[in-house]
């Protein structure tokens, strides 16, 4: 096999009976795993750990779940044999060029390694008629004029000698991935593989796709691991039709998928990827599909759709795993998709699906081939699911009217399936602004015409992104009393700072109920954390203080003189907030569950959704995935400032949410403040910032009461010109 990192280590086979047999396997990396055998009966606690590649140990100890990485040199064996500039962009540097920028950017060492098997032909009928599986078995002792006549019985596919063990491995390594992450040997991970397989149906290749690896491995996941709830996000810029044929009648499954559409004028060209294809019979409503209808879509645009069709439904739909198409012809420069979202806006997208599934998510490799954008997408991707926290979102927050047109069809014709979608009486919109007018239907594989950047800029661009955040861990400035908890190994105990007198005389204006000395004390601790926060000495913290009120007045003025440019402050429950900051320009205040404010009162920098009934589940999803994640995407602070009041009203589970979730749109700079020293939250926020996955499912689905769902759509139409990625539709 050869190639770096390489190198022949044993893997055992666990029986039923607990005795092992031992075998060998080539794989990348530096690690294994010990998973049992396809075919056999395994027994799940005798499973044992996953050994850790260099650097494994470092990252451990930061706190995140481990990361699983498979790649085989195997799956670069087949190539085209036979000129065909349609096929000829799907070839093996694909794969090397990525795993090469991994290891460069040192990603692959931190992951733990997996080794890819060949999946078996029961494991493929799964999916798949047992006639196409003897076809493709078929090619292995084909010739090359053989295999180009049976390659042009179907639709953009190519086929070589080696491409049945290659696709047969791709199968493999995803359910290897499923697998560990099921069995809980790790907590998310990624499969680099070839063929890609969302576009293969029952009994046909198609669009370079041999055998659908993330539909088998759903199956896989359903009967073997018994799952009932499975989430499949395709963001390939091809329709994943033969994903959505297995599962059109299957409630089990929800399958969402974006790609270029242009009126079915884009390759496959299919009426049933429009965004009224919704499944059937039991399945209505458990198919989602976003048509883009013009190119150049941007972050703005991707991010949108996440936030106001994705989330919402996922958070319904409680998956138990996420599995992720990953197709990077989506990004920028990739001449398939002529889009416009640059690498990090996949990290955003990854960041926003963790929290589902207790952060059980496998990324299986689909499409993209710019070969330096898609290793760029990949190890961006792989950092979030390493815990890492991501780089801020570039390009202009506003959507554009197309893809608002497509997110208000979509939700439009999903809103009688969807309770989180039921709140928006618009209905669906189709204008003649996004045909494109200009007839020929762009080919799969072939160059789109209207890609006029040259590669050479594009390759610039994105080899002087910037470098990654670094993972700089999390300070804590709360009483000693903590010292019991299970805290993250690299957490910094803050010893707090002498306060200065204009400090203290500062918060003896703001507060006279708590007693000086303990007051003081915590305010030294906080202003200490928060210097830190401000100077990248820590990436985020949390402080408890005994009058969070004058605490939070105190951090704003010191966050905007210590250098924060546009400070967000999420304020939770009834908290008193000095008028002085209420319209600072460079201070957005989102106070939910405070004092309820007439609309006069209302300003562009001082949102509130009052009452208690905004702490409640129901409303407080709905207001997070439609009010508070669009304002602070299209704010783009410096710092986030999350103020839970002593009356805050909402679980546990939905701060831990809300605290993963608004690390997107500050890059990870982000202080909790505190005013109950709940133990449990605290050492639970202290995992949420370090990047560990929510502890369980977000449960049942609550709704929200009428009257609020009203409150936040009206205070979304208010404020939709201030903040763009409120919009929701074009009308």
């Known amino acids: 096999m050869g190639g770096p990192g390489h190198g022949e280590f044993p893997i055992f086979e666990f029986l039923s009976e607990g005795r092992t047999s031992e075998g060998s396997v080539c794989c990348g990396g530096a690690g294994f795993a010990c998973l049992p055998s396809p075919g056999r009966t395994e027994v799940r606690s005798r499973i044992p750990p996953l050994l850790a ?27 085209l044999l036979w000129d065909d500039p349609e096929c000829a962009i799907e070839g093996p540097e694909r ?86 992450v099921l069995t809980g040997a790790v907590g998310n991970g990624m499969a680099l593989v070839r063929p890609p397989g969302h576009h293969s149906q029952r009994d046909a290749a198609n669009g370079f796709c041999v055998f659908n690896n993330v539909a088998i491995a759903a199956e896989h996941a359903k009967r073997r691991h018994g799952l009932q709830r499975v989430l499949i996000v395709d963001w390939d810029i091809h329709h994943g039709q033969g994903t959505q044929g297995v599962f059109e009648n299957d409630p089990s499954v929800l399958y969402f998928s974006w790609h270029r559409y242009e009126h079915q004028s884009f390759w496959p060209r299919l009426r049933e990827s429009d ?5 059937q019979g039991p399945g209505r409503g458990f198919t989602v599909n976003v048509p883009w209808n013009k190119v150049g879509m941007k972050n703005a645009d991707y991010v949108s759709v996440f936030l106001h069709v994705l989330l919402p439904l996922a958070i319904e739909f409680d998956p138990e795993l996420v599995l992720v198409s990953a197709g990077f012809d989506s990004g920028i420069g990739d001449p398939e998709g002529q889009m416009q979202a640059t690498p990090e806006c996949f990290a955003h997208l990854t960041l926003l699906l963790l929290p589902l599934a207790r952060g059980r998510l496998c990324a299986v490799l689909e499409g993209g081939y710019h070969l330096q954008c898609l290793a760029e997408c990949v190890c961006l991707t792989l950092q979030t699911l390493l815990g890492d926290p991501v780089p801020a979102l570039s390009g202009d927050p506003a959507p554009c009217l197309s893809s608002l047109e497509s997110i208000q069809n979509v939700r439009a014709a999903h809103a009688p399936h969807w309770a989180s979608l039921r709140h928006e009486d618009t209905g669906p919109i189709l204008t003649p602004s996004t045909w494109c007018g200009d007839g020929g239907p762009p080919l799969l594989g072939a160059q789109s015409v209207g890609t006029t950047e040259r590669r050479g800029t594009l390759l610039d661009k994105l080899l002087s992104c910037p470098p990654p955040p670094p993972h700089t861990g999390i300070g804590l400035a709360v009483p000693d009393s903590t010292s019991s908890l299970n805290l993250p190994p690299a957490l910094l105990q803050e010893e707090g700072v002498i306060v200065s007198k204009e400090e203290a005389e500062m918060w003896s204006r703001l507060d006279s109920a708590s007693t000086q000395d303990q007051a003081l004390a915590a305010l030294g601790k906080l202003l200490a954390l928060l210097d830190k926060i401000l100077t990248g000495q820590v990436r985020a913290g949390i402080a408890v203080s005994p009058a969070v009120s004058a605490a939070m007045a105190v951090a704003l003025r010191k966050g905007l003189t210590g250098g924060a440019q546009r400070l967000l402050c999420v304020a939770v429950g009834e908290l008193d907030i000095p008028e002085d900051l209420r319209d600072n320009g460079r201070i957005l205040l989102l106070n939910i569950g405070g004092k309820e404010q007439s609309e006069a009162a209302a300003s562009r920098t001082h949102i509130c959704l009052g009452g208690h009934e905004a702490t409640e589940p129901g409303t407080f999803l709905l207001a997070l995935t439609s009010l508070i994640l669009p304002v602070a995407y299209s704010f783009r602070p410096d710092l986030v400032l999350i103020v839970l009041g002593p009356d805050c009203g909402l679980r546990n589970l939905d701060v831990e949410l809300l605290t993963r979730l608004l690390q997107g749109p500050v890059a990870g700079q982000m202080l909790l403040l505190l005013q109950n020293p709940d133990l449990p939250l605290v050492e639970a926020l202290a995992w949420a910032l370090e990047g560990r996955a929510l502890p369980s499912t977000l449960g049942p689905f609550l709704s929200a009461s009428p009257k609020q769902a009203l409150a936040i759509t009206r205070l979304c139409r208010q404020r939709r010109l201030d903040w763009p990625m409120l919009q929701v539709s074009v009308t």
Not at 57 to 79: C, F, H, K, W
Not at 275 to 279: A, I, L, T
């Open 95 to 180: 794969l090397t060029a990525t795993y090469a920028r991994l290891c460069h950017r040192g990603l692959a060492q931190r992951c733990v390694r997996l080794p890819a098997r060949e999946a078996t032909e029961e494991e493929l009928g799964l999916v798949h008629s047992p006639e196409y599986v003897a076809v493709v078995k078929g090619t292995q002792t084909m010739s090359t004029e053989e295999l180009r006549t049976l390659a042009q019985q179907y639709d953009a596919v190519y086929f070589h000698p080696s491409t049945f063990p290659c696709a047969r491995m791709a199968v493999g390594a995803t359910l290897q991935l499923v697998d560990a």
């Open 53 to 79: 590649g260099p650097g494994m140990a470092e990252n451990r100890r930061s706190g995140p779940q481990a990361t699983a990485l498979i790649y085989d040199e195997d799956m670069t064996r087949v190539r």
């Open 275 to 279: 965004y009224d294809v919704v499944g």
